[in-house]
């Protein structure tokens, strides 16, 4: 891992309040005291965040937001016991909205892990048994390093010192609440690290944080040479307070480190955020969870033949599954991908699309808007001839 260490000191007082939308309580408390605890995010109960928790303990899962929900009363982290969390079939963020105080003495852990160690995901990590990283910023084989906030170095530290390809991807806002991206395979064969998972607590009370919070990209086995990005921590409390460690480090040999954001009128300590940028808001006015309406957005929403006619259209809730397409098509012509912005204004916003074949290559295409519509919404296509294979696509939105 990385040896350079930065402890950031701070203190910000402000008598405001911070109320957090939501919070009801109703997954009661999160006590990790007399043992550590496993959260399976798979067991939530599908509906609408806003909600209560249907079943205590077990969360709320949205699709339209694409998270996990979970609403404690208050959560308590003995030193030495751990939290951690298995993902969903959507590999879904995990969100905490807490209507007491979150006291952190132990470890609470989304980080990306050895596929060795722990076969399944955290919570917005990425991660599968193919040739190139999964995520915008997923590695290419043979460049072995996967992308978040930014690139570490230019090369990748590996004897054949191969130049990174992988592009960086994110904001300092953290909205949307985005994980890191994976590895490639190994020269060998052996599966990439996972990118580290993404995470929001949300606290009305005070944040006491004296152990870690971690969301560190994984590798591939002890020392591998193909490792994960840094995921994501964004932390919204009436009070943070504390000092210990935030850390979205990437693997090692220099894959891209992810993203810290504080939100608080008040924030005292000396937390260790091992040298990476904290972004800090004082959380006054509306709390906004999940990105609000009028937030710059991208989806794809279908793809067509060049004469217009759809050939498959995006599920409500696709899952990215490499066993299980989300849709499938037998064209293998040259087709437009219809992506759909919303918030953003096409005359400097710019579109790509990342095409992988799970077992070929990575492709960055550049989107051509669609005339017509506006900074409200637009289309855009993007022209690309797929072959037969399976392939993951997914779209990037840069806008002013």
């Not at 849709?327 to 916003?349: G, K, L």
Request: a negative charge; proline letters at 6%.
């Amino acid at each position: 891992m990385k040896s350079f260490l930065l402890v950031f000191c701070f203190s910000i007082i402000s008598s405001s309040a911070v109320t957090i939308p939501f919070a009801d309580g109703s997954d009661g408390a999160l006590n990790a005291t007399g043992g550590d605890i496993d959260l399976d995010t798979s067991l939530a109960a599908q509906g609408s965040w806003t909600n209560s928790s249907p079943v205590v303990g077990q969360g709320i899962y949205d699709p339209s937001v694409h998270a996990v929900v979970y609403k404690f009363s208050s959560v308590t982290v003995n030193s030495s016991r751990k939290v951690q969390a298995r993902a969903n079939h959507t590999s879904a963020p995990m969100v905490w909205l807490v209507t007491g105080d979150v006291t952190i003495d132990g470890t609470v852990n989304v980080n990306g892990h050895r596929p060795d160690l722990r076969p399944y995901l955290s919570p917005g990590s990425r991660n599968a048994n193919v040739r190139h990283g999964l995520g915008w910023g997923g590695g290419i084989l043979l460049d072995e390093i996967s992308s978040h906030r930014t690139k570490q170095g230019d090369f990748n530290g590996s004897p054949a010192g191969t130049p990174s390809t992988a592009p960086t991807y994110g904001n300092h806002l953290i909205m949307p609440l985005t994980g890191g991206s994976s590895a490639p395979k190994t020269s060998n064969g052996r599966q990439g690290g996972a990118g580290g998972g993404a995470l929001l607590i949300a606290c009305g009370g005070t944040l006491r944080i004296n152990g870690a919070i971690q969301a560190v990209g994984g590798a591939t086995y002890a020392n591998g040479t193909t490792t994960g990005s840094g995921g994501a921590i964004r932390i919204i409390a009436n009070r943070v307070e504390g000092n210990g460690d935030i850390d979205v480090q990437g693997g090692v040999n220099y894959s891209g480190d992810g993203w810290i954001r504080i939100e608080s009128p008040s924030i005292t300590g000396n937390i260790d955020s091992k040298f990476i940028p904290v972004s800090r808001g004082n959380a006054d006015g509306d709390i906004h969870i999940f990105p609000p309406s009028d937030y710059p957005s991208v989806e794809i929403v279908s793809v067509k033949k060049l004469d217009g006619t759809t050939l498959a259209s995006t599920p409500v809730d696709p899952t990215a599954n490499l066993t299980i397409p989300d849709i499938s098509m037998s064209e293998t012509n040259m087709v437009d991908v219809i992506i759909r912005t919303r918030n953003a204004d096409p005359a400097s916003s710019t579109v790509k699309l990342r095409v992988m074949h799970v077992n070929q290559s990575v492709t960055f295409v550049d989107a051509t808007h669609v005339p017509g519509g506006g900074t409200v919404q637009s289309e855009w296509a993007c022209r690309f001839q797929f072959q037969q294979g399976m392939y993951t696509i997914m779209a990037k939105l840069d806008a002013l």
